[in-house]
C-alpha cells in the first residue's frame, strides 16, 4: 500500500509516494516542511483526500499569529478575493481577530462573524492545528458550498491601505505592527526608524489609515530627494513674488493641503537647522507662514517622520537640533531590517513572485536551491531589493523553473559555492539557529520556545545543546 504526499514550502510544491509509512517516520521526513504548517493534503491508495477539508467549504488556515498560509477556491468566492492576494496576510483584512484568536487556547468554536469586504455576517468554525501535539494555527471554515457560491466570484479587489496589507509572518514584525496599530489610535508625533527599504512610508501610509484622519489628506515628501532651497516652499507654501517662477496667487504647501490629515516626511534627518527649528513651531503650536507671507495661520495636522540615520550621533555632532529629537520622540517605532526576521523573506517572495508572474504574464516556478539562495541572502537593501531582484530575475529568467544559480544577487557567487558544498540543509539549520536563537532572548525558556515553534521540550533542548544556545537559558528556565 502506498500513500501519495503532496506538500508545499511556500512557493514549491512536493509530491512523493510512501510505502506503509509509519507516522514518526513521516513527521521526521517532513519536519523541516512543516514549520508553517504547510501540508496540504495526504492521498490514500484510492486517491481521495484524507485530510485536507472539503472544497465544497470555503477553507483558510492561519498561523498562530493569524498569517494566512492557505486560502481555496471557496474562500475567494467568500471575500471576492484571490488567493495569491491573500497568501501571507493576516486575517485580520477579512474578519475581527479578537473573534478568532481563541484556538491559540485550544478552544473549538463556532462563531457569526462579520465579513469586512462585504459587510455580511458568515458562519465560522475554527479549530487549531497540531503539530507534534503543538497548537500551531488554525483552521477557519466558512460556510457551505451552497451559501458561498451566492456571494460573489473572485476578482481582483486592493484591500484598504492599513495595517492589514501588510506581509508578514516573524513574531518580531507582528509585535512591531501591535504597537503601531496602537500609535495610530493616538494624535501625536511618530518617529518611525528603520534601514533604507524597510517600509517605512508604507507604515506611515497604515497608521493614517487606522486612524480617525483616514478621510483626510496624507500628504508625504522625501526630504533628501528635494533640493534644500524647494523643500521649505513644498512643506509651508508661497506668496506671490516670493521668488523668480512664483505662481500668481502664490501655492499652499504640505502642512496647509494635509490639514486635519497627516504629513510624512521620509529623510527628515537631512533637514536644514534653519528648517528643523520651523518644523519645530508646528510640531509645538501648530503654526506655519509661507515663504514670502507675512501672515500665520493655524494648521491641524499630524506628523509622522521617518529616517535611516543615527540622530542622536547627529546631535553630537550639531546637526540635528535636541529640542526636535525630544519633539518627535514620543511615540518611536523602529522596523527590523528582513535579515532579522528572515520568516518573512518567504511570504514576500510569494506574494511578488504571483504579483510579478500576472504583470508579466510568465508561468515561472522557483526551486528550492531559489528559496534557499533567497533565504540565506542578508538582503541590504530590505524589501526593496528583494522586491528589484524578484522582478528582475522573472524578467531576465529563460527557462520556465529557476535555480538558485539565477538569481542575480551581489553575493550570489558566495551563495553558490556555499549551496553546492554545504547543501540547502545548511541552511535550513542556520534558519532554525537564527529562529530558536531569537525565540530565547525573548522568552528564555525551552518549554515556552517549544510551545511557540511547535516542537518538543525535548527536542528544543536537544536544539539549544546542538546551536550552542546555552547560555541563552534564563537560570532555572529549562
Known sequence: MFILIQCTYHLVKFSFALAFPRKKKLQYLLGNLLINNDILSIYPANGEPATSPSSHFAHIVISNYGVINDFNSSAEKVFSLLRHEMIGRNISALI????????????????????????????????????????????????????????????????????????YASPIMADCLAAARKIAQSKYTV??????????????????????????????????????????????????????????????????????????????????????????????????????????QHVNVRVIVATNQNLEHLIEQKLFREDLYYRVNILPIVIPPLRDRKEDILPLVSYFFQKYSQELDKKLTLLPSALATLTAYSWPGNVRELKNILLRTMLLAEKQEIAGTDIPLPENKHLEEHIHNGSIKAMIEKQERDIIRKYLVSLGSARKVASQVGLSHTTVLNKIKQYHLEHLLSRNKK
Open 96 to 167: 475581527d481577530w479578537e473573534e478568532v484568536k481563541d484556538f491559540r487556547c485550544g478552544k473549538v468554536s463556532t462563531k457569526e462573524i462579520e465579513n469586512k469586504i462585504t459587510g455580511e455576517i458568515i458562519s465560522c468554525t475554527i479549530r487549531p492545528v497540531l503539530h507534534n501535539n503543538k497548537i500551531t494555527g488554525a483552521n477557519i471554515i466558512l460556510g457551505t458550498a451552497k451559501n458561498t457560491s451566492l456571494i460573489h466570484t473572485p476578482k481582483s479587489k486592493k484591500l484598504s491601505s492599513d495595517f492589514d496589507e501588510l506581509i
Open 191 to 296: 518617529l518611525i526608524r528603520g534601514e533604507t527599504g524597510t517600509g517605512k512610508e508604507l507604515i506611515a501610509r497604515s497608521i493614517h489609515d487606522s486612524s480617525e484622519r483616514r478621510n483626510n489628506a496624507f500628504e508625504a515628501i522625501n526630504c533628501a530627494a528635494i533640493p534644500e532651497s524647494l523643500v521649505e516652499s513644498e512643506l509651508f507654501g508661497y506668496e506671490y513674488g516670493a521668488f523668480s517662477g512664483a505662481l500668481k496667487g502664490g501655492k499652499m504647501g504640505l502642512f496647509e493641503s494635509a490639514n486635519h490629515g497627516t504629513v510624512f516626511l521620509d529623510e527628515f534627518g537631512e533637514l536644514s537647522l534653519s528648517l528643523q527649528s520651523k518644523l519645530l513651531r508646528v510640531l509645538q503650536d501648530g503654526m506655519i507662514k509661507r515663504v514670502g507671507g507675512l501672515k500665520t
